[in-house]
């Protein structure tokens, strides 16, 4: 078992441009989450899946985010235009009813500057 | 989903059991008790959960008070690796329920030598 895997682990980019985050949840995993964390506002939730389809995305914060599940073994979060105030850790996570937790990635450390 | 309130801070010997307390009055019949813990620079990771009944896992145990307002994590003997920011949650169990999880800002626990 791989884990939930996030690429890239570290992102730097220019105010404006356009970032793309990656995840590829554990095989099987019929849930994804996407987690943004800061010092200011800790972990929160910005949309999830079940079974490739968007359930929730009140927590995504602006219309400049958007994440999407093409397949069961891959799910992307793009931030455009990027602004410094997006920098955070964003986490993506992986569930299965039958396993009664949640399991995340590594994340990717975003730096907007 | 149930607030939980947690001490900001906690320390304890390498060795000795380590005690984190956590307060959930507000929790409702269908919600579960769930502990994640996140080791600086890492994704969280689950410890245990619970409804009523007390747990113990490979980790280490879980015991909740019979009213379920307020529940202990108990890590049996602490190792300096268990230094981390120790999560109690309060929320529904089922479907992506697991993965739909309220962090607040958690115990830090540091573990001395």
């Known amino acids: 078992d791989a884990g939930v895997i996030q690429s890239p682990r570290h992102e730097v980019t220019e105010m404006g441009q356009e970032v793309t985050l990656r995840c590829k949840p554990i095989?099987?995993?019929?849930?994804l989450f996407w987690y943004r964390q800061t010092m200011m506002r800790g972990l929160e939730l910005l949309i999830y899946f079940n079974n490739n389809v968007p359930i929730d995305d009140s927590g995504m914060p602006e219309d400049r985010f958007s994440a999407k599940m093409p397949n069961a073994s891959f799910s992307t979060l793009k931030i455009q235009p990027s602004e410094p105030r997006d920098s955070a850790v964003y986490f993506c996570a992986s569930s299965l009813p039958s396993r009664s937790r949640a399991f995340f990635g590594q994340g990717t450390r975003l730096t907007v500057v | 989903d149930a607030k939980t309130t947690q001490p900001t801070s906690m320390d304890c010997a390498e060795g000795r059991a380590a005690n984190l307390p956590c307060n959930h009055s507000t929790i409702s019949g269908n919600e579960y008790v769930y502990w994640y813990r996140q080791i600086h620079s890492q994704g969280p990771q689950y410890i245990i959960h619970g409804l009523k009944n007390n747990e113990t896992n490979e980790m280490a145990s879980l015991i909740i008070t019979e009213d379920r307002k307020s529940s202990t994590l108990i890590l049996p003997h602490a190792t300096l690796r268990d230094t981390a920011v120790y999560y109690c949650i309060a929320g529904p169990g089922g479907g992506t329920s697991y993965g739909k999880l309220t962090f607040g800002q958690g115990t830090i626990l540091t573990v001395h030598p």
């Open positions: 095989s099987g995993h019929n849930s």
